[in-house]
């Protein structure tokens, strides 16, 4: 297994990578501030949901499998930016929430939980990155465990260390939602800001060049 020293930069890497801003932790800020903390924290565990499943395709090799098929990855890519139009779209339309403090029911709770996981599988980058960075952290070794067990506990990792920042983020993002219960004009503008971002991260995967 890799020495302490790598986990540390590994462990370091992979908390500043989950604070810059990306569709994943948008999302968590701007349903927390809106929604409430929780409706952050339900659609976190879908966003990690997703990346276990990313976590698991890389290490049994199959993600690479679709990174040398061009058509399937580029349906992957299209898909993720069409879903992140929809998401703009729903953004734009969005309408000023009536908060109440009322429990939500297990319907939404499942609601919230399949939009972060939705969210994640869309976007065919995570299954890029993972790529191009886990494999920087793993030992080839013949005393070594296999590359792919690196690879899984690799990602697990990091999906802890994503679900502790996403959830801080939700937690601190849920201080906004008493401000803006309050002040219907900045929900508003949050959602037409959230909008804005969706559409240029939606124009950014479908010209990229991987």
Known sequence: MPSIETFITFISISAFLCFLPGP???LVL???AINGRKSGILITL???IGLVIHTSLVALGISAILRANTVVFEIIKLLGAFYLSYLA??????KPTQFKDNTK?????????KKGLTMNLSNPKVIIFFLAFFPQFTINDVNAIPVSLQLL??????VGIAFMIFTLIAYLSGFLH?????????????????????????????????
Not at 153 to 158: D, M, N, Q, T
């Open 24 to 26: 994943d932790n948008i």
């Open 30 to 32: 701007s349903q927390s």
């Open 46 to 48: 879908g966003l990690c």
């Open 89 to 94: 779209w729903g953004a734009f339309k969005a």
């Open 105 to 113: 029911n297990f319907n939404n709770h499942k609601k919230l939980i």
């Open 153 to 158: 506990y690799l990602g697990l990792l990091f």
């Open 178 to 210: 008493g401000v803006i219960s309050r002040h219907p004009s900045i929900q508003t503008v949050l959602n037409k800001i959230t909008c804005l971002i969706f559409i240029v991260l939606a124009i950014n995967l479908f010209i990229s060049q991987f």
